[in-house]
């Protein structure tokens, strides 16, 4: 075994010593694998923290018919739940539907809005609206249009609200959720010439501020009430898992080219080795652990690169807790593809190779 090492490792040297330039390749090209993997990976991670997390989200859609007959069970069940969940006050939940050709008044004057997005607040951190009280609160872009204050009366679905609160940076108008509305806006768009077709537009619906073992036990519930989860907002995970592949993919192609020319340009060596006596096994040892000793030491510099970056961006990839799925992806995906590949190449060039016949005879 002492023999065999020492065989490998002198190997690895000749290499280094008569093919630096082929060596330097292979290092830069495993380095920069890491390096383009060290983004992505980083903001999967993060992704993943946040879908884990203490105050993950749940976003759920519904279409119409289901949000008018179970609106108010929906809101029971959600308030309900956070009345005996420990979330330190951190839970809020809404249900959002956007309302066509709405007739509404304000101060007494009739006004028409072709699209009214309305939130029915169910819980909220700042509980600015009570239940059971005709209490709304107004988006500023939509208090501006209207110039509409704080004190002000707006009759919405025939019913008088009082405005308690203008919201900055938002549209729209947030009511309880428990109110009795009997009669609503239309769901539907304007028609489209273009299309030919009219499409209600879906309620959504959001969970804020529970642990993801809560969010599941809800989202068990919600879909009783005909509400189905709404994975949109896994898209940029999808995504970074997506770039993170795609970079392992090129990483792969370029390494195939690289491997084949530090083999090619080691053939001679590896053919005398052969010639020498040494088995199709070992030579395909040899090959493939002086191929991987390049590739760890290459991540081992990609890491240097990513710990760089991790303190110049560490606002920006927050992965606290989950550094350790960061670098299983980042050391073992370029690794196993790496080793995929030179597994491949290495047993077909150690038992395909031919002998040298400069030292045969």
């Known amino acids: 075994m002492k023999n065999k090492l020492k065989f490998i490792f002198n190997s690895i040297k000749q290499s280094v010593i008569n093919k630096p330039f082929a060596f330097v390749v292979l ?27 203490d105050c993950t989200e749940l976003y759920f859609k519904m279409n119409t018919a289901e949000f008018i007959n179970n609106r108010i069970e929906i809101g029971d069940f959600l308030l309900d739940k956070g009345k005996k969940l420990n979330h330190n006050g951190q839970m809020s939940c809404s249900m959002i539907v956007e309302q066509y050709d709405c007739s509404i008044k304000i ?52 019913i008088d609200f009082i405005v308690k609160k203008i919201i900055v940076d938002d549209n729209g108008i947030y009511l309880p959720y428990n109110l009795q509305i009997n009669n609503w806006y239309s769901f539907e768009p304007s028609f489209n010439a273009a299309s030919g077709r009219v499409k209600l537009s879906p309620v959504r619906g959001y969970v804020y501020g529970l642990s993801h073992k809560d969010m599941n036990e809800i989202n068990k519930q919600l879909r009783k009430f005909g509400c189905k989860r709404d994975y949109t907002t896994l898209a940029g995970l999808a995504n ?27 053939s001679k060596k590896y053919a005398t080795y052969k010639t020498l006596g040494c088995s199709p096994t070992l030579l395909a040892c040899t090959m493939l652990i002086e191929t991987l000793l390049i590739a760890i030491s290459a991540i081992g510099l990609g890491l240097i690169f990513d710990f760089i970056l991790s303190i110049t961006m560490q606002n920006t990839f927050v992965i606290t807790g ?7 992806m980042l050391i073992g995906g370029p690794l196993v593809s790496i080793l995929v590949v030179t597994i491949i190449i290495v047993c077909r060039r150690a038992i395909l190779m031919p002998a040298n016949t400069k030292y045969n005879g």
């Open 107 to 158: 101060n007494g004057i009739a006004s028409k809005i072709d699209m009214l997005p309305i939130t029915f607040k169910i819980l909220s951190i700042s509980n600015d609206i009570l239940n059971n009280e005709n209490f709304c609160e107004i988006g500023w872009y939509l208090a501006t249009e209207y110039d509409i204050a704080e004190g002000d009366v707006i009759n919405i679905y025939n």
């Open 240 to 266: 970074s898992i997506i770039v993170f592949i795609a970079m392992l993919i090129i990483g792969i192609v370029s390494s195939t080219t690289i491997l084949w020319y530090w083999l090619r340009c080691n």
């Open 27 to 53: 290092i830069f090209m495993f380095f920069v694998m890491t390096c383009c993997c060290s983004i992505p990976s980083r903001l999967a991670t993060t992704e993943v923290r946040d879908e884990y997390s």
């Open 322 to 328: 989950f550094e350790w799925l960061h670098y299983l």
